[in-house]
């Protein structure tokens, strides 16, 4: 059993667990939405709900993110559509890795002019493929350290598989003053260092499309790449 389905008023939040608490109220989980037009703000009100959990004791259990998704405006079937929401997504889902939120429930992956990930005929909008670059950081899960994320909307989270052969760097720039980024890559576990690099890019005019490969023979790497203002890009690194 748990609740409430919290909006926006952390006020109403803290007034229901008192009242749980006070009356003995059994709950299992605070269940909470959030929609914005900056990524980084569903981090915060991640932050808000888990410390009014804790300041009430409830901080033990789960809490989860129901609904979340970009907050358009009154072009919103042409916004959902675009790159800019779709590094939305990604920025959103890289910043939430470091959070307290058991789950986080992306509102909705269907045909909905509103939030949907495809069009009235089933074609993809460009979120769609944020959610196939996750899967492919997915295949990679074990998590390497990876600095230069903001909280300006430019994040970046980097990972490797099992069997130390491939490695995967998504990064999101939503909106920052960026026009590209210098990646710097080194001590990979490849052996005698030799590796395919793959560029994916989802942008104003990219469908998560194979734009660079290279094969290099050093255990060190730094390349500088240019990146669209609303973009997503996914490397993926290969052991030959």
Known sequence: MGGPALAWNITFLDQFLKYCKTNNVPIDFISWHAYSKEPYDIYFRAEQVHECMKNNGFSSIESLLTEWNFQPGENYEIEFKS???????????IYLQDNPPDIA????????????LFDKNGVPHKAYYVFMAFKMLIETPNRLLCTGSNSKGFAVIAGISPNNETVTI????FGSEFNGYNLRISDLPFEEGRFRLELYAVDSEEDFDLIKS?????????????????AVHLVRLIRE
């Open 105 to 116: 429930t992306f509102y909705r992956g269907d045909t909905w002019p509103w939030g949907g």
């Open 170 to 173: 998504l990064i999101s720039n």
């Open 83 to 93: 790159s800019k929401v779709a590094a939305f997504i990604a920025s959103t889902m």
């Open 214 to 230: 290279d094969v290099y023979d050093t255990a060190k790497l730094e390349i500088e790449q240019t990146m669209k203002r609303y």
